[in-house]
């Protein structure tokens, strides 16, 4: 089994910054690619950001030159820096990693979730 951990999430200012952080343990044998994604209340989810084991990433328009994602792969953990954070930023974030595990099953797994809200 594979378990995702978030963490970094809370209440920010206007302009503010938070960073988020995913880890993922258990039986991994290969990780193809992780990503966060956001839900913001009565919407649907929306990708924020990605990056393959190749170090590609993908931004929403959004969020780009605001927020980087980053890997530190011998931990299995994503990152996400948030700079200058505007309150339509407001969401769940949620981590997603594309990885193989067990069984040599290659699938999708979700965090539990993080609230960012971001208000004066």
């Known amino acids: 089994q594979v378990q995702l951990v978030e963490s970094g999430g809370g209440l920010v200012q206007p302009g503010g910054s938070l960073r988020l952080s995913c880890t993922a343990s258990?039986?991994?044998?290969?990780?193809?690619?992780m990503g966060w994604y956001r839900q913001a209340p009565g919407k649907q989810r929306e990708l924020v950001a990605t990056?393959?084991?190749?170090?590609?990433?993908n931004y929403a328009d959004s969020v780009k030159g605001r927020f980087t994602i980053s890997t530190e792969n011998a931990k299995n953990t994503v990152y996400l820096q948030m700079n200058s954070l505007k309150p339509e930023d407001t969401a769940v974030y949620y981590c997603?990693?594309?990885?193989?595990?067990?069984?040599?099953?290659?699938?999708?797994?979700w965090g539990q979730g993080t609230q960012v809200t971001v208000s004066s």
């Open positions: 997603n990693i594309d990885l193989r595990g067990s069984g040599w099953v290659r699938r999708g797994y």
């Open positions: 990056i393959t084991s190749g170090a590609s990433t």
């Open positions: 258990g039986s991994i044998f290969s990780i193809y690619s």
